[in-house]
């Protein structure tokens, strides 16, 4: 696979990195500045996959690495990374306020839209907005659950949030 730029093309190559973790290699997306632009597992719905183009730059995703290996270890409750995802105005709305449910419990779809000042009728969108999340585990998505208690959907599988779940000590 060739992982080196083109030449003449003039859009800034994709940097990333892999990494191993409890839920399998993560693929980490980055621009040149070293923002993160994605965060997928193996399988996930949507998620991304090494493209021809792209640049392996580990270096770039240092402190990225750090922050996700203390995660899972269970020292780190909040990443301090700078986040650069593309989406619509809307769905990074949503995307923003995942950052303000704190480690170790969880929301529902209907209070997430509430917390964006959507109306009750804006659920199944933002349930949508939720599911494409391009950034997984960085922004918890893994901690929005069903009005009624229940594990729903997840794009990188519902054993996988279950597992980032337990991690963080939610009892499920």
Known sequence: MNTKPVPGDTAPAVRFTTLDSPLGELLLTADASGALTSLSVPGQK??????????????????A?????AYFAGELKEF???L???????????WDALDAVPYGSTTTYGEVAARIGASRAAVRAVGGAVGANPL???RPCHRVIGADGSLT???????RKVTLLTLEGVGI
């Open 46 to 63: 949507g998620g991304r996959t090494v493209r021809d183009g792209w640049v392996r730059d580990p270096a770039l995703f240092t402190d």
């Open 65 to 69: 690495a750090r922050q996700l290996a």
């Open 80 to 82: 301090d990374l700078e």
């Open 84 to 94: 650069r995802p593309e989406g619509t105005e809307f769905r990074r709305r949503v």
């Open 136 to 138: 997984l585990i960085l």
């Open 153 to 159: 959907g997840y794009a990188g599988g519902l054993d």
